[in-house]
């Protein structure tokens, strides 16, 4: 799928000015070329480093092998002109309870002044790199090289025991509101919510009730254009774009909270629900895929969770962060080039 839609709001706020005033400056064309996730989950060159960690008694969910790969993110700045004053962002890899992250190694291009990693919000952090000037033709290049350890998630042993959120807390409040692309306040999503609440099923059961409609009313197919859950439902179809969104959307349509979680090439949804004792938990699923529902076996980075962001440049929220680029001056559009790939020991001292 492309990104299209995603974008617009970014490419109507490019300003593209010769004479000094602060701009955003992006290649829109490989942006987009650079954003496409085909949601194909691939090959990756994994190594399982051990079996402990299995979590047998934990009440929420419960974590299996650790898979250990390292990657590289960042990005590569092309210049069609003279150029001064660069501003880049990139999401970057951040620690969750099923991910552990850690910086082994980085390069940055003399013409790169600063590199700082920053967060953007509670569930994403960001690099941020500077370059001072760079001549017609030139790059510039920064990324950071990441061990990823990443656990595998079991579904909790007794699921009879989740219920619910009488009070949901502030901080995950937000995952109860529309977003880009995900319409649970529309009339028709709401009616498919209602049409699917049971009030005799557990709150468990009611999540994959939903979750399984979506499955079952959805195919997925591949489309190199992002679509809302109200364009997958008039299609019957979409692929893990518009499968999570859906299922998302219907979720908080029911009051229950969920989220998008992007990952390489792939993006799919958890729920909230909490326990006996009222402690909250978070629980992933695969929308399209193996059938997975409170579980995951997916073992490729976490780039950030979530689903309403906000760029530098840009008014609208956005359904994914997303590299952003400006300068001060510019005799012509730079161009962005996203580095999010898998690499294999031993470490160089040059880009790839």
């Known amino acids: 799928m492309d990104f299209q839609k995603t974008i617009e709001p970014v490419k109507r706020a490019i300003r593209f000015n010769t004479v000094g005033s602060r701009s955003l400056i992006a290649n829109a064309i490989g942006l987009a070329m650079l954003l496409v996730l085909t949601c194909f989950p691939g090959s990756i060159r994994a190594q399982e480093t051990e079996s402990s960690n299995d979590d047998t ?115 995950v409040r937000t ?19 209602n049409n699917l609440k049971d009030d005799s099923l557990s709150a468990w059961d009611q999540v994959e009730t939903n979750f399984r409609w979506v499955r079952d009313n959805v195919e997925y197919k591949f489309d190199k254009t992002i679509r809302t859950c109200l364009e997958a439902l008039d299609n019957e179809h979409g692929d893990c774009e518009e499968l999570s969104s859906l299922f998302i959307a219907i979720c908080r349509a029911q009051g229950i909270p969920a989220r998008a979680v992007w990952i390489p090439d792939h993006t799919y949804p958890e729920f909230y629900l909490v326990d006996q004792d009222g402690q909250g938990h978070w629980f992933p699923c695969q929308a399209a895929g193996n059938y997975e529902f409170g579980a995951m076996t997916e073992v490729k980075p976490i780039l950030h969770k979530g689903d309403r962001f906000r760029i530098p440049g840009n008014k609208e929220e956005v359904r994914y962060l997303q590299p952003t680029l400006s300068a001060s001056n510019a005799t012509a559009p730079l161009g962005l080039k996203w580095i999010q790939r898998e690499v294999a020991e031993p470490l160089t001292d040059s880009p790839k």
């Open 57 to 171: 008694d934990s009440i929420g969910i419960r974590l299996g092998p650790v898979f250990e790969s390292v990657w590289e993110f960042g990005l590569e700045i092309q210049s069609g002109g003279n150029a001064s004053g660069i501003m880049a962002t990139v999401p970057v890899p951040m620690s969750w309870p099923e991910q552990e992250v850690e910086i082994i190694d980085d390069f940055k291009s003399d013409n790169v002044s600063r590199v700082k990693r920053k967060s953007q919000t509670k569930w994403a952090e960001k690099m941020e790199f500077r370059v001072n000037r760079l001549q017609s033709g030139a790059s510039a290049t920064s990324y950071l090289r990441y061990r990823i350890k990443k656990k595998m998630i079991k579904a909790p042993a007794d699921t009879s025991i989740f219920q619910f959120a009488k009070k949901v807390p502030s901080q």
């Open 175 to 193: 995952f109860l509101k529309p977003s880009p692309y995900i319409d649970s306040k529309d009339k028709r999503i709401i009616e498919i919510a």
